[in-house]
């Protein structure tokens, strides 16, 4: 699955100006090294603390982003970092080299975050917390990204999780379906419903649905 | 748009787009898009769509997070390294300790064996005492005559526990003092007289003392136990006052008596009782009734000469009718008292004649494979029937259960189950919102 044109790929450089969120393998802080993170892991598995150091730089920021998209409080996003982190550390030595290191921080990463989301729902449902939702913070928000991010949180719960996943955290159909416990093709359909969506609520609200019009061009294919 | 004008479907050239294709796939839909401005205007829109999305940046990660995050790494990368030689520590540890268990362990099996064998090489150590015990268990001489020195000695054997040892001594010490009268016949003697006490006060020369005796014993051979019961108790001119005996099935069968022994013949008939079997336990009692007895002697002896004096005064002395007729009813009365003081001297003198002896006989029990009772067919049919008796008596018991207590539960289900179905309702639409 990996070997697609690179120039129709949506993620190329050149369709895409660099994030802050780094690519695939990042090198992070401009640290070259030729070690894969399931390597580094193993390292720190046998203590070497320097191993844990460069995935920690690696991935610092996507994840810190993948928090920061999906807590409204900015804070907790840190702390749902740390806590992810932490988590990693402490199941080091049960990490299993056959699977990836990014699928596995991931896992991990959206363990907590539904924990996260469920005290934060029990709070709003029992103790009459008022909930912050998944809206992301605005504090430093141009116009047109509070909008898009406005229509993000417009999305249907799960087919927004497949959007980002796909989007910011770069990860593989499979993955996302590892990750959710879906299937391929619903991971696939979803996606697409998502994008379409997202295309709908982002031009005028006047203007035609491209969901609409590509789920019927679907079903007659 | 239909199949024929698009080859592929439109998640197809998303997919494309994302890389997620084979080489061949990706071919057919870049030549696809080459040719069709509709996908290509798909291609366009996902495409635009993404980079809207790019503009959703995040800001740095603060610097106290590397900061707590490197702090704990290097801190569990140390326990890390820590463990790799304390794993080995432990396994060692480990092994000493399972050393020490089984080394400890196979002494004690070393021990035990050493003492078996020592048992089964030198079985003298161990059966030294036992002749000894037999031996004092043999019945000597009938002891007929309570004499002080006697029941002191007794009451010092019941204190250590071996009665029959102190009985035989006791049997020398009065086969000395006196030599034995005749056995006594069966049954009621002539107010006690022969055993050594009289009915007159102030003549009593011995403690009157009554022997009760309590004994397990555990047998094998329960049939032939029974039979020498019987002659033990035709030998020593002894009774039961009550005898039961059990035998249930798949159980170990016991014989309860409450025997009455003459008391001279107490120790012979004791000693032919522990030998039926294994005595279990034992107790015996001496509860001293002479100065109940000598008591009761008194006021029978008060009572006969009042009688005598009354008799004496209707005979001798003339007066009214009334006062004759008070003088009889008092000689009634005076007679009623004597009869029932002398019955009570009776069977206190009994109770010292005959010691009682409870007995209780229980069979060493093995189990045995009974053949069953019912044929396997017939079994297998009755556990048929019996289980679906049983579902039905079920079933009926649930559809009476919820005829009795359905319309209760509903209303309390309606109750609790309301509050608890809106706050789930509620909680699902706040998960629902993340």
Redesign the interface.
Known sequence: ??????A????SEA???P???APRYPEADGSQTAESDEELMAA??????DA??VL?LRY??PL??FF???VAD?AQA?EL??ET??AV??A??RYQQTALFRTWLYAIGFKILRAH??K???R???LGEK?L??EPAVD?A?E??TM??QA?GRLD?LDREV?LL???EQL??AEIAELLGLPLNTV??R??RA??A??DL?SAPASHS?AHQ?AQ??E?? | MNAATHPVAPEEVMAFLDGELTSAEAQAVSSHLDQCAECAGLAAQLRSTSQSLSGWTVPAVPASLEETVLAEAAEAADKLKQEKPGRTTQLSLWNWRLWAVAGGGALTVVLIGVALVASIIYPGNLAKSRPMEMAVQKPAAPDYFYTPARAQNQQTAVMKGNFSAAGAGVAQLGSLATPPPPPPVAGKTAGGLMYGYSAQPGAVTAPMIARTVSLTIAVKDFAAVRASLDSILVRHRGYAAQLSAATAENAPRTLQASLRIPAPELAAALAELKGLGRVESETQAGDEVTQQHTDLAARIQNSRETEERMRAILEQRTGKIEDVLQVEEEIARVRGEIESMEADQQALEHRVDFASVDLQIAEEYKAALNPPSASVSNRIHNAFVGGLRSAAEMLLGCVLFVEESGPVLLIWLAILGMPIFLLWRRYRSVMARF
């Open positions: 699955m990996e070997d697609a044109f690179p129709f790929v949506l993620h369709i895409r100006p994030m802050n969120e720190f598995s046998r203590g070497a603390a844990f150091t920690f610092k920021q810190f982003g920061r998209r999906r900015p840190e970092t740390q982190f932490v550390l402490r080091s030595s989301r469920r934060a729902a029990f709003a449902t029992f909930p939702g998944s430093e141009i047109a990204q898009m991010r993000v719960s959007l796909r989007e910011f593989s159909y696939r359909s996606l697409f994008r379409l997202l295309h982002l491209s590509f061009s679907k007659r294919v």
